[in-house]
């Protein structure tokens, strides 16, 4: 035990780092907040530990089964991230993991020790807590005032970069709120009241449906929990029917209102997403089957899934104007990246967790302990549940509260053999928030540089995007925010500027760095054709096209060369996959003097095509464009392949 003056400077540094979170944003970057608030934890964690160096490094300190856990997912992934295709990535997870890990360990120390009191670190929490809410209730109350609620709530996303998050966020917030109802006093009590109904509230008008069944699944978990407890010898432990049916009732009022929309129903229904995350799953799949050890290396996930084809998903994933990033599945994600052990660690972590949790309410004696642990087991179900459809291990505002969640299950004295100088561990900690650090410094100054990058690439300024390359790449980051190579751009810059051998240089270094990305792989063709490598660059343009079969590029790439050959039926194969669009240059430069060749010659792949043509007696350009998208028009089946 410490001295007062002591635990009260702990409880004002953790309650200042929670109070400030939410504020930490640069405007400059891509992702506003992303590594921003790494950081920020990263010195927050080196503050705390130095803090307390002098009441925790002489001691022996008892580690829980739930920490080590942590720390084997930790060291799994490290050894993962050697044969990985792009350390920068994994480098960018692991410094993610370590402060993860350490800001764990800090907790559960300060907690354990008494040098962090629980109702301290729920307060600090809370108004973390208040301030998203609050900031959020603005933001909807604008899009009401301004009429276009529905649409509107779209752009709310309170102080992170996404609804989706800010939805996630506030559920996580739930149970520091019952934990403030019943451990805190007077005022702060009924402020953590009203905060749970408007998280609740704010939770069904986002309209995130992965939390709201994590909401209910939560909820369901903990009552089922109290169904069985009921009966334990404690004064005051009985079923809070007047709270409970509040909540529900407001949260049934909500729903009942959105459910009145067709706009609601209609989006709420939708399975879309649903059968597009079934694709990011097979792909995971098939990407564990083929590297069942170790994975693929963390970070290095969306590197590898196009590998695995892209045939399904949305038009802008096959075009490679948007790259998936994420399975929405953080247990498949686990599992390809760092193997099945990999993911023993990482459930370890949640089922010691749930073993803490019930030797404290075996051992409980007050009600009010009783519920925090009811709270807890909502939280952690709920992030559990959640985390089956989508991402909140990647941001570092749901980490820090699911530590938060953790933490508080092992806030009592552990008992574990295992015992490990205070002073070890400790050190470890520091020495992995500093290579934490310097990494994400490195790809802070990247991806900041990276925004000059992608304003050139928008305004095809092939001059100063190669010299924005060169500034923003670095040993720590060399992806843009997109999954992009930042070598692709300067690749493409050296190209148009007549440098096709510069630009080929810089396309096989960004194919070393992501070799599925359909962009890298197409450019790469653009490079050897100009310089004469049609046969060598088809290779590549047919690599491109096994991976995203209406890649509209690429198959104007390919019928392009088929044309300087006079293999007017391979350009004809190719084209016919790419959407007719009349603006488009290069299809019309191409479709059209290849169908004034096929009305000529003996076509019998194209045989209903041609006499389609034929009969309709094209004597313009124009006349044969409108012929051809005719003919797709009234055809049954969706491509001309066959006799078709």
Same mark, same amino acid.
């Given at each position: 035990?410490t *001295?007062?003056? @002591?635990?009260s400077?702990?409880?004002w /540094?953790?309650?200042?780092?929670?109070?400030?979170?939410?504020?930490?944003?640069?405007?400059?970057?891509?992702?506003? @907040?992303?590594?921003?608030?790494?950081?920020?934890?990263?010195?927050f964690?080196?503050?705390?530990?130095?803090?307390?160096?002098?009441a925790?490094?002489?001691?022996?300190?008892?580690?829980?089964?739930a920490? $080590?856990?942590?720390?084997?997912?930790?060291?799994?992934?490290?050894?993962s991230?050697?044969?990985a295709?792009?350390?920068a990535?994994?480098?960018?997870?692991?410094?993610r993991?370590?402060?993860v890990?350490?800001?764990?360990?800090?907790?559960?120390?300060l907690?354990?020790?008494?040098?962090?009191?629980?109702? =301290?670190?729920?307060?600090? /929490?809370?108004?973390?807590?208040?301030?998203a809410?609050?900031?959020?209730?603005?933001?909807?109350?604008?899009?009401? =005032?301004?009429?276009?609620?529905?649409d509107?709530?779209y752009s709310?996303?309170?102080?992170?970069?996404?609804?989706? $998050?800010?939805?996630?966020?506030l559920?996580?917030?739930?149970?520091?709120?019952?934990i403030?109802?019943?451990?805190?006093?007077?005022?702060?009590?009924?402020?953590?009241?009203?905060?749970?109904?408007l998280?609740?509230?704010?939770?069904?008008?986002?309209r995130?449906?992965?939390v709201?069944?994590?909401?209910?699944?939560g909820?369901?978990?903990?009552?089922?929990?109290?169904?069985?407890i009921?009966?334990?010898?404690?004064?005051?432990?009985?079923?809070?029917?007047?709270?409970?049916?509040?909540?529900?009732?407001?949260?049934?009022?909500?729903?009942?209102?959105?459910?009145?929309?067709?706009?609601?129903?209609?989006?709420?229904? #939708?399975?879309?997403?649903?059968?597009?995350?079934?694709k990011?799953?097979?792909?995971?799949?098939?990407?564990?089957?083929?590297?069942?050890?170790?994975?693929?290396?963390?970070?290095?996930?969306?590197?590898n899934?196009?590998?695995?084809n892209?045939?399904? $998903?949305?038009?802008?994933?096959?075009?490679? /104007?948007?790259?998936i990033?994420?399975?929405?599945n #953080?247990?498949?994600?686990?599992?390809?990246?760092?193997?099945?052990?990999?993911?023993?660690?990482?459930?370890?972590?949640?089922?010691?967790?749930?073993?803490?949790i019930?030797?404290?309410?075996?051992?409980?004696e007050?009600?009010?302990? /009783? =519920?925090?642990?009811l709270?807890?087991?909502?939280?952690?179900?709920?992030y559990?549940?959640f985390?089956?459809?989508?991402?909140?291990?990647?941001?570092?505002?749901i980490?820090?509260?699911?530590v938060?969640?953790?933490?508080?299950?092992?806030?009592?004295?552990?008992?574990?053999?295992?015992?490990?100088?205070?002073?070890?561990i400790? @050190?470890?900690?520091?020495?992995?928030?500093?290579?934490?650090?310097?990494?994400l410094?490195?790809?802070?100054?990247?991806?900041?540089?990276?925004?000059?990058v992608l304003?050139?690439?928008?305004?095809?300024?092939p001059?100063?995007?190669?010299?924005?390359?060169?500034a923003?790449?670095?040993?720590?980051?060399?992806?843009?925010?997109?999954?992009?190579p930042?070598?692709?751009?300067?690749?493409?810059?050296?190209?148009?500027q007549?440098?096709?051998?510069?630009?080929?240089?810089?396309?096989?270094?960004?194919?070393?760095?992501?070799?599925?990305?359909?962009?890298?792989?197409?450019?790469k063709?653009?490079?050897l054709?100009?310089?004469?490598?049609?046969?060598?660059?088809?290779?590549?343009?047919?690599?491109?096209?096994d991976i995203?079969?209406?890649?509209?590029?690429?198959?104007?790439? &390919?019928?392009?060369?088929?044309?300087?050959? *006079?293999?007017?039926?391979?350009?004809?194969?190719?084209?016919?996959?790419?959407?007719?669009?009349?603006?488009?240059?290069?299809?019309?430069?191409?479709?059209?003097p290849?169908?004034?060749?096929?009305? *000529?010659?003996?076509?019998?792949?194209? &045989?209903?095509?041609?006499?389609?043509?034929?009969?309709?007696?094209?004597?313009?350009?124009?006349?044969?464009y409108?012929?051809? @998208?005719?003919?797709? *028009?009234?055809?049954?089946?969706?491509?001309?392949?066959?006799?078709?």
């Amino acid at each position: 035990m410490t *001295k007062k003056g @002591t635990s009260s400077i702990t409880e004002w /540094i953790f309650l200042l780092f929670w109070a400030i979170l939410p504020f930490i944003s640069v405007s400059s970057l891509v992702d506003n @907040t992303l590594i921003p608030r790494q950081i920020y934890l990263a010195v927050f964690v080196l503050i705390g530990i130095v803090s307390a160096w002098k009441a925790l490094s002489s001691s022996s300190l008892k580690m829980s089964f739930a920490l $080590l856990s942590y720390l084997g997912f930790f060291v799994i992934s490290a050894i993962s991230s050697f044969w990985a295709i792009n350390t920068a990535e994994s480098l960018a997870v692991l410094a993610r993991y370590s402060i993860v890990f350490s800001f764990l360990f800090l907790s559960m120390e300060l907690l354990k020790s008494k040098k962090l009191g629980l109702e =301290s670190f729920a307060k600090g /929490i809370l108004v973390f807590a208040a301030i998203a809410a609050i900031f959020a209730a603005f933001q909807l109350l604008k899009a009401a =005032s301004e009429g276009e609620f529905l649409d509107g709530i779209y752009s709310v996303k309170g102080a992170f970069s996404h609804k989706n $998050l800010l939805s996630s966020v506030l559920m996580l917030s739930l149970p520091f709120t019952v934990i403030g109802f019943v451990k805190l006093k007077s005022w702060q009590k009924k402020a953590s009241l009203a905060l749970l109904f408007l998280i609740i509230a704010e939770i069904f008008v986002l309209r995130t449906r992965g939390v709201w069944l994590s909401t209910f699944l939560g909820a369901l978990a903990a009552a089922t929990v109290f169904y069985f407890i009921r009966k334990k010898p404690i004064d005051g432990l009985i079923f809070p029917k007047k709270l409970f049916f509040s909540g529900l009732a407001l949260a049934f009022v909500v729903f009942a209102a959105l459910f009145s929309t067709k706009e609601v129903q209609s989006s709420v229904s #939708d399975q879309t997403n649903l059968e597009t995350r079934i694709k990011f799953w097979e792909n995971s799949l098939e990407m564990l089957q083929e590297n069942p050890i170790l994975g693929v290396g963390p970070g290095n996930w969306k590197i590898n899934f196009p590998k695995y084809n892209l045939q399904g $998903l949305d038009n802008n994933v096959m075009q490679g /104007i948007t790259h998936i990033q994420r399975p929405h599945n #953080d247990y498949l994600w686990v599992l390809s990246e760092g193997g099945p052990l990999s993911l023993i660690f990482y459930l370890g972590i949640f089922v010691f967790t749930f073993l803490r949790i019930r030797k404290n309410i075996i051992k409980a004696e007050k009600v009010e302990d /009783i =519920s925090v642990d009811l709270a807890l087991i909502f939280g952690l179900v709920a992030y559990l549940s959640f985390s089956i459809t989508d991402f909140p291990m990647e941001r570092i505002s749901i980490n820090a509260l699911l530590v938060g969640l953790i933490a508080l299950a092992h806030r009592k004295d552990i008992l574990s053999k295992i015992v490990v100088k205070g002073r070890v561990i400790m @050190t470890l900690s520091i020495l992995l928030c500093l290579a934490s650090l310097y990494v994400l410094n490195q790809r802070f100054k990247g991806e900041k540089a990276s925004v000059e990058v992608l304003k050139f690439n928008r305004l095809q300024d092939p001059k100063r995007i190669v010299p924005a390359v060169d500034a923003a790449e670095n040993e720590y980051f060399n992806l843009d925010n997109y999954s992009n190579p930042l070598r692709y751009f300067s690749a493409m810059g050296k190209l148009v500027q007549n440098n096709a051998q510069g630009a080929l240089e810089d396309i096989e270094i960004a194919e070393e760095q992501h070799p599925n990305n359909i962009l890298v792989l197409n450019l790469k063709a653009n490079a050897l054709k100009s310089l004469g490598k049609n046969e060598e660059a088809m290779l590549y343009l047919n690599k491109a096209t096994d991976i995203a079969p209406r890649f509209e590029q690429a198959l104007l790439n &390919k019928a392009e060369i088929y044309y300087a050959q *006079k293999d007017y039926e391979q350009v004809l194969r190719n084209i016919t996959q790419v959407i007719p669009n009349i603006k488009n240059q290069k299809f019309t430069g191409l479709l059209i003097p290849t169908l004034m060749e096929l009305v *000529k010659q003996d076509a019998p792949y194209f &045989k209903k095509l041609k006499v389609y043509l034929k009969n309709g007696n094209p004597n313009s350009p124009d006349a044969y464009y409108q012929l051809y @998208t005719s003919y797709l *028009k009234n055809r049954k089946k969706p491509s001309l392949e066959g006799n078709s």
